[in-house]
């Protein structure tokens, strides 16, 4: 039987893949931000997940505002990193798990979440940038990947409490694969930023630290928070935050927290990570 072990989350700045590749991760502005991720680098070398599922959002790269779909469950074989503008960045061509995908598109339909399957997606660095972060620039992706694009780009995104939901339907999903794989879940995104605006560049410590210790010890709670609540005390695109509730709840409902890296600033938002362990 396959079973998720853990799961992750981070946020997914583009400026930091932009660090990585252009050879500036040592530069005194970002080494602070790289050192962070030490600890992830070794713990998830040492867990070694067969297959990963990162839940993020596309930024106008796969999709537009022709196409806005909730939930996007990528089935592929494979995703190759998306032209963002710069050209597609210099990270390997992410292998998927179609058999699993698959199993998951079935089993969360079924169970009434109305997911939809996609065959042929490119991902940019709301997928690419956590995978650099627990894994370095190796030549090839250690373990399949499996993408979950939510809508957090046009109003109206999902509820925390759907995401909450949709979790532990992945779960459900997960456990019921028979083949015996070990699966982890990465929720991307946040913290707390505003891109755009008389707001633009806004931080706020205090709503993410919060947000970071109910996530971990009272998701419910935190599921039931309005979106109005993310936009006004996190910026307008600190509602990507409601994805790393997805990740929560596919996750025991008590969990150790192994690792929290909290930094401010990197680009104009503050980083958030967390590691979570099953059992
Ligand atoms: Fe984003």
């Known amino acids: 039987m396959a079973r998720i072990t853990a ?3 981070t946020s ?13 991760a040592s530069e005194p502005y970002w080494a602070p931000v790289f050192a962070g991720y030490d600890f992830a680098k ?4 040492a867990e070694k997940p067969d297959v990963v599922i990162v839940v993020y959002n596309d930024h106008a790269s796969a999709f537009s505002l022709e196409l ?35 199993h998951l598109a079935q089993s969360l339909i079924l169970d009434e979440f109305d997911m939809t399957i996609v065959n042929r997606m490119d991902v940019d660095h709301g997928l690419t940038v956590p995978l650099s972060l627990m894994f370095g620039q190796p030549e090839a992706w250690p373990c399949k990947i499996i993408p979950l694009a939510v809508n957090v780009v046009q109003y109206p995104p999902p509820t925390g409490h759907r995401c909450l939901n949709l979790g532990k339907a992945i779960r459900r999903a997960v456990e019921s694969f028979p ?12 913290m707390s930023h505003q891109l755009q605006g008389p707001r633009a560049g806004l931080i706020n ?7 970071l210790d109910r996530l971990v010890d009272d998701p419910a ?7 109005i609540d993310y936009v006004r005390e996190a910026g307008s695109e600190g509602i990507e935050l ?3 509730l997805i990740m929560r709840g596919a996750l025991d409902e008590k969990v150790r927290e192994v690792r929290r890296f909290y930094h401010v600033p990197a680009s104009n938002t503050a980083v958030g990570h967390l590691i979570l362990e099953n059992g």
């Open 42 to 45: 070794q713990w998830i070398a």
């Open 12 to 24: 997914h700045v583009p400026a930091i893949g932009a660090a990585l590749d252009n050879g500036k």
């Open 221 to 227: 709670g935190q599921a039931a928070v309005p979106h």
């Open 179 to 190: 083949e015996d794989l070990k699966v982890m879940i990465i929720g991307t995104g946040g």
């Open 205 to 211: 410590r205090e709503f993410d630290t919060a947000f």
């Open 242 to 244: 409601v994805m790393w």
């Open 68 to 102: 806005i779909p909730t939930f996007a469950l990528g089935c592929a074989a494979e995703f190759a990193p998306a032209d963002e503008g710069w050209g597609p960045r210099p990270v390997p061509v992410v292998q998927g798990h179609p058999e699993l995908a698959w």
């Open 7 to 9: 799961g992750v989350a």
